[in-house]
């Protein structure tokens, strides 16, 4: 399956990840402010092609203006809780206002590569999660950062009374070595050290 090409010869990657949100302007030169989704925002610093999309509920800019769908950026650094960042496709503080809201996108491929036992999340999104007696618990739907450490957010359908309707039961599973066993990227599983009554 190909990509869909977007703009002129511009090309979305098959594998683009949503990693954050421009929220504003930044300085008079057209540099913006990017909310990262991530408090380890390597994945946008790690590509100098930057992939929009519009806010969910909004097409095209608030201003009137065609939104790029490709970002060149030029310069990206930590200031406080953003990014702040400079592009080749934005000329100044009005274009850069234009964006405020859009979704940033970049290819997975272009990621850091994560240290042993260290994971995206991205990557455990969707894995099978077993106990250590083989019992299905269900698949990460999701993961929760409390501070201390990440939270497995399982899901598994199953089947309510006599009405026969679908219902999801969820499990929260501390991401710690006293419960995580082993996490198979190539086997799409996750093996962990927990009871189906838990």
């Not at 930057?50 to 806010?55: C, Q």
Request: aromatic content about 8%; proline content about 7%.
């Amino acid at each position: 399956m190909s990509a869909p090409v977007l703009d002129d010869e511009v090309v979305w990657p098959e594998d683009a990840i949503e990693v954050g949100r421009i929220v504003d302007a930044w300085g008079i030169k057209g540099g913006i402010k990017v909310l990262p989704f991530s408090s380890d925002p390597q994945a946008l610093f790690s590509s100098r092609r930057w992939f929009l999309r519009p806010p969910e509920k909004q097409i095209g800019s608030p201003l009137g203006v065609p939104l790029p769908t490709l970002l060149r950026v030029t310069n990206a650094r930590e200031q406080g809780d953003v990014i702040v960042a400079t592009a080749q496709d934005i000329a100044d503080r009005n274009a850069a206002e234009a964006l405020r809201g859009c979704r940033v996108f970049v290819s997975r491929a272009s990621f850091p590569t994560a240290d042993t036992d260290e994971y995206y999340w991205i990557d455990l999104i969707g894995l099978a999660v077993v106990n250590r007696e083989g019992q299905a618990l269900g698949s990460v739907a999701d993961l929760l950062d409390t501070g201390a450490h990440s939270v497995l957010r399982v899901i598994q359908p199953e089947e309510s009374g006599a009405d026969g309707k679908t219902v999801e039961h969820e499990r929260l599973i501390p991401f710690v070595a006293a419960y995580i066993d082993e996490v198979s990227l190539p086997e799409r599983r996750i093996t962990v050290d927990w009871g189906l009554d838990f």
